[in-house]
């Protein structure tokens, strides 16, 4: 069993730069990829990155890629996504996820979610 909980959300302008946190319980966390997620109001939920187990490989969506960065620490059992270059489009619920095989890029790929965390970003 692995229990998710995401934080730092938040209201920014465009721009603007936001740090996440997603703090995992568990001890499962070492060996389970993450993922980030997101899902705007009356859109489908979508992946935004991804990194493996150890931290080596990380995989993002073609509207994140160069902004964002997802990177890990086992040692604290916590996935951080830095988001920079703020756009309002990236305004959506932002959802931490575990897989604990493979690493998918598909919500159906997830076997654990956190709560999610709300970002807003005004233009």
């Known amino acids: 069993q692995v229990q998710l909980v995401e934080s730092g959300g938040g209201l920014v302008q465009a721009g603007d730069s936001l740090r996440l946190s997603c703090a995992a319980s568990g001890r499962t966390f070492s060996s389970s990829s993450m993922g980030w997620f997101r899902q705007a109001p009356g859109k489908e939920r979508e992946f935004v990155a991804a990194i493996s187990r150890s931290g080596s490989s990380t995989h993002y969506s073609d509207f994140v890629k160069g902004r964002f960065t997802i990177s890990r620490d086992n040692a604290k059992n916590t996935v951080y996504l830095q988001m920079n270059s703020l756009k309002p489009e990236d305004t959506a619920v932002y959802f931490c996820?575990?897989?604990?095989?493979?690493?998918?890029?598909?919500?159906?790929?997830?076997?654990?979610w956190g709560q999610g965390t709300q970002v807003t970003v005004s233009s």
């Open positions: 996820a575990a897989q604990l095989a493979g690493l998918g890029f598909a919500p159906s790929d997830a076997d654990y």
